[in-house]
């Protein structure tokens, strides 16, 4: 069935459309319906089936036969490490490793948090929780350790599970005093904490505490999946909003098996037993859904790939990855192909490479320019199909389904809806305004199955920020139009939230560390634009009266304050000291026109301006830094 046939049938009967996907699914009690709309507006789905990820995403692969497949291949330029793990031996360890979390105390519903590098034991520790029930929370590890803290507070888990370290280029990231400091820092304290030793560098273990990956598994019995209520949370995975508390994003069991089995054929165009890479991380939701659970639910083999598209060792590595194991379907963020684009401009290495097996490169994550997505899809010769989506939503709202046969791409648009997602652009009073016309982005409730019913022990925080401004809809944080032929066009966040290197970064939460500094009376951060990273936070510090130090010993200060509270992946590397900051008469900061100035845009005086004048010191003051040059 064509792509618009497809939506048709679920726009004409939702309800059957699902419980249809739902059958892809082995349930341990099939769910007597799709959707549960007792509490509208918040919607729950397939809430009466009893189901277990785990089995789903492994056993069922060995029960019927697949046990030999390869289910994740380790490909670690930066430890010059690879290794293939079947379905079976998948199985093992994970029943394992469960088993020795179950000795412990772990059982359905407690929470553990993961800080894991890159490596196939995070998967593991992810599935292991899935298969007791217990419910995890992965936590970035380029996040420093009070932004783990907060996530310990908020999740308040049983169990850590945690390497010793990670590896980045030219540096080990030491995971281990990360993880004692946010213990240290938190008020919540878990009963315990397993450790993966690396060989890079082996931690110390804290007595009572600590307990080591593999000695703690010695001689336990392996567990069993437990099933779990479909509405059950599978896991909470934190996202960045306009403050320096994040959501904790609630994904429920069902509703994720069902949409991401589906997601696979329909919108990666993959059968069973194809590879499936997708180049991020495990701790964002690309990395949940796509290097973790989807490729696994679906029976594909996943590569878990330790390092960076550039400088592992060059910036061939993302085609000798595609050529070595056969990858049919690649996802990655478009920054990753600016930087391979910035090292080797022509596209000189791929030559070297044997990418046929390849059918498709997906970009997600972030705007895709269209120079970039020229340039993949000239130097790769496959189609380029950007698509587009959230933490919220776990998958895709608007993509171009490949496995419904062909779409023209429109470069520019990451596509059309997914069944399940009406998407509507309204005015700011709520009305859909014309094809052509900028709005902000909603989606008609209930969402589909899979998105996020409510945030972590934040329901009056999930309904205002998503469902109170536009009533009946799911309001997306994103602004942009639609054209005549229904394709949407992403432009612009509507929040304080920026994508840097297409990590979702709030802009409020740095300003929080800033405004902690002594010597910062105020301050303001803004995304600018980056040509290899999108966009760049950039601060604006209003010193205390008095305060006579070196404005230069200050932003280093701020600097290092970012780095170590929020964490490396902040990229907070630009600030500068101003007298004051613009204003509206009411004292709203305009941080919408300071990145106008310092992207050299045309803007429009804000009528409300306090004080135009100071236009030109922010100007000034951001050519200090290479901006506001144009
Ligand atoms: N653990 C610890 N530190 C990490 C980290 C991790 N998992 N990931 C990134 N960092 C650090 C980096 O080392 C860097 O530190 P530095 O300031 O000391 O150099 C900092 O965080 C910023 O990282 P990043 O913004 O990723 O920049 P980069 O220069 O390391 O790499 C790219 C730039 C474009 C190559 C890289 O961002 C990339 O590959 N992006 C792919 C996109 C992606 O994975 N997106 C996820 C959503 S799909
Ligand atoms: P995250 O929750 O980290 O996946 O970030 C989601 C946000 O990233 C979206 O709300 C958008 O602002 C942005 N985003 C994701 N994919 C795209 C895309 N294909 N085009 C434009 N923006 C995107």
């Known amino acids: 069935m064509a792509y618009t046939d497809v939506y048709a049938a679920w726009q004409n009967d939702p309800e059957g459309f699902w419980m249809q996907a739902a059958q892809a699914i082995d349930w341990d009690r099939q769910p007597s319906r799709a959707l549960w709309d007792e509490n509208a507006p918040l919607y729950e789905w397939f809430a009466d089936g009893m189901v277990n990820t785990c089995w789903n995403a492994v056993d069922r692969h060995v029960a019927a036969g697949r046990g030999d497949q390869a289910a994740i291949i380790y490909d670690s330029p930066v430890t010059h490490t690879k290794q293939t793990i079947s379905y079976a031996e998948l199985k093992d360890r994970v ?11 772990v059982e359905k519903g407690d929470r553990v948090i993961i800080y894991m590098p890159m490596v196939p034991e995070a998967l593991e520790a992810m599935l292991a929780c899935a298969r007791l029930g217990a419910i995890h929370s992965v936590v970035f590890g380029g996040f420093a350790s009070h932004e783990l803290a907060v996530r310990i507070d908020d999740a308040r888990p049983k169990c850590i599970i945690a390497a010793s370290c990670g590896i980045e280029p030219g540096r080990v990231v030491h995971y281990k ?6 213990i240290e820092a ?10 993966f030793q690396r060989e890079q560098e082996v931690a110390h273990l804290t007595e009572g505490r600590d307990v080591d990956w593999h000695a703690f598994q010695y001689g336990v019995t392996p567990a069993d999946c437990v099933p779990v209520e479909g509405n059950h949370p599978a896991y909470i995975l934190y996202t960045s909003g306009t403050t320096g508390q994040p959501k904790g994003v609630v994904r429920p069991t069902g509703g994720h098996l069902v949409a991401l089995n589906w997601s696979m054929k329909n919108i990666y165009g993959v059968e069973p037993g194809e590879v499936f890479w997708a180049a991020s991380d495990v701790g964002w939701v690309v990395g949940h859904s796509y290097i973790c659970y989807a490729p696994l639910i679906h029976g594909n083999t996943t590569v878990v790939f330790e390092g960076k598209p550039v400088g592992t060792p060059d910036a061939g590595t993302f085609w000798r990855v595609i050529a070595e194991h056969k990858v049919r379907a690649f996802f990655t963020a478009p920054t990753a192909f600016r ?8 596209g000189e290495l791929i030559a070297n490479y044997d990418i046929s097996n390849l059918h498709a490169l997906f970009l997600a994550g972030e705007r895709a320019d269209p120079d970039t997505v020229e340039w993949a899809r000239r ?7 950007d698509h587009w989506w959230q933490t919220e939503t776990g998958w895709t709202i608007a993509g171009y389904p490949t496995g419904l046969g062909g779409m023209t791409v429109k470069v520019g648009s990451p596509g059309v809806p997914m069944p399940g997602y009406d998407v509507q652009i309204l005015d700011e009073a709520g009305h859909p305004v014309p094809a052509g016309t900028l709005g902000a982005i909603a989606v008609r409730l209930p969402l589909p199955p899979g998105t996020l019913p409510t945030l972590w022990n934040a329901e009056a925080r999930f309904r205002k920020s998503y469902l109170d401004h536009f009533p009946g809809f799911y309001e997306t944080g994103d602004a942009g139009y639609r054209d005549e032929d229904g394709y949407l066009y992403i432009m612009a966040r509507t929040d304080d939230v920026i994508n840097v290197a297409g990590h979702r970064l709030s802009t409020g939460g740095m300003e929080e560390v800033l405004a902690g500094h002594p010597d910062v009376a105020e301050c303001a951060v803004i995304g600018v634009t980056d040509e290899l990273k999108g966009q760049l936070p950039l601060g604006f510090l209003c010193l205390n009266k008095g305060c006579d130090r070196p404005h230069a010993d200050i932003v280093k200060e701020v600097v290092a304050r970012v780095r170590d509270q929020i964490g490396p992946v902040a990229a907070f590397k630009l600030a500068v ?4 900051l613009p204003k509206t008469r009411s004292g709203k900061i305009l941080r919408a026109t300071m990145v106008k100035i310092a992207d050299s845009e045309d803007f429009k005086m804000p009528a409300t301006i ?8 922010i100007r000034a003051a951001l050519q200090t830094l290479g901006y506001a040059r144009g």
């Open 95 to 105: 029943a394992s490793l469960a088993g020795a979390l179950r000795a412990k105390g």
């Open 177 to 182: 005093p990360l993880l004692d400091g946010a």
């Open 186 to 195: 938190a008020a919540h304290k878990p009963d315990f904490c397993v450790i």
């Open 339 to 346: 930087a391979i684009k910035r090292d080797d401009p022509k």
């Open 379 to 385: 130097v790769m010769g496959v189609p380029v199909y």
């Open 577 to 580: 000291v101003v007298d004051r």
């Open 610 to 617: 306090d004080d135009p004048a100071i236009l030109d010191e």
